[in-house]
Nanobody
Framework: QVHLVESGGGSVQAGGSLKLSCEVS????????MGWYRQAPGKERELVSS???????TYSNSVKGRFTIFRDNEENMLFLQMNNLKFEDTAVYYC???????????????WGQGTQVTVSS
């Protein structure tokens, strides 16, 4: 059974940094694409960053240059380093992993329970 458990959220002042971690079990972090999403109150969940099997990364325009996604294959963990945080980064952050079904990666996802990030201006 696949479990994704996020940690590292918290409250920070604007300009500060946080590092989110996603502990993964029942799944290998470089099996399929993984990513970080966030959902702010009253808004839809949005993709923040993703990392492909080959390690190629993508970032939303709003976080590009400030956030870094990376994984540790040995520890089987996914991370999101967030620097120069802004008030608008306040949201619940979710770790996601694309499902491996019938010997291929799909767009269907496993989700963690989320971790709250609050940035005060």
């Amino acid at each position: 059974q696949v479990h994704l458990v996020e940690s590292g959220g918290g409250s920070v002042q604007a300009g500060g940094s946080l590092k989110l971690s996603c502990e993964v079990s029942g799944y290998t972090v470089n099996r399929c694409e993984m990513g970080w999403y966030r959902q702010a109150p009253g808004k839809e969940r949005e993709l923040v960053s993703s990392i492909s099997i080959r390690g190629n990364t993508t970032y939303s325009n709003s976080v590009k240059g400030r956030f870094t996604i990376f994984r540790d294959n040995e520890e089987n963990m996914l991370f999101l380093q967030m620097n120069n945080l802004k008030f608008e980064d306040t949201a619940v952050y979710y770790c996601s992993a694309n499902r491996w079904i019938l010997s291929r990666c799909t767009s269907s996802k496993y989700w963690g329970q989320g971790t709250q990030v609050t940035v005060s201006s």
